[in-house]
């Protein structure tokens, strides 16, 4: 089993940065697909960005390429996202969210087919991220 708890939500001006933070429990293997995904009230979750474990290669969502940077840490057991040039847009509700057995294919969240919600079987709570104008 696996449980997952995001931290570090908060406000910000237009243009700030924010750090989230996702402390994960229980075995978080190799072929695990780590991702952020946004939601915001009325809309479907958004797939942001991802990292596959094994590798530590890393993809995002179009809207956020170049401004968001997803890590993780040595022991594999907290992973961040790295929040710059933030744009009101971006605000929302973000999760951290936990895909086993997965490919590094099906780990693209900025390809033709990123993984959808529904394929990670692990979240955390969500952290709010306000960004005003």
């Known amino acids: 089993q696996v449980q997952l708890a995001e931290s570090g939500g908060g406000s910000a001006q237009a243009g700030g940065s924010l750090r989230l933070s996702c402390a994960a429990s229980g075995n978080i293997g190799n072929t695990f697909c780590m991702a952020w995904f946004r939601q915001v009230l009325g809309e479907e979750r958004e797939g942001v960005a991802a990292?596959?474990?094994?590798?530590?290669?890393?993809s995002y969502t179009d809207s956020v390429s170049g401004r968001f940077t997803i890590s993780q840490d040595d022991a594999k057991k907290t992973m961040y996202l790295q929040m710059s040039s933030l744009k009101p847009e971006d605000t929302g509700t973000y999760y951290c969210?936990?895909?086993?057995?997965?490919?590094?294919?099906?780990?693209?969240?900025?390809?033709?087919?990123?993984?959808?919600?529904?394929?990670?079987?692990?979240w955390g709570q969500g952290t709010q991220v306000t960004v005003s104008s």
């Open positions: 969210a936990a895909k086993p057995h997965s490919s590094r294919a099906g780990c693209q969240m900025g390809s033709r087919n990123p993984p959808s919600a529904a394929a990670f079987a692990y």
């Open positions: 990292i596959y474990v094994y590798s530590g290669s890393t």
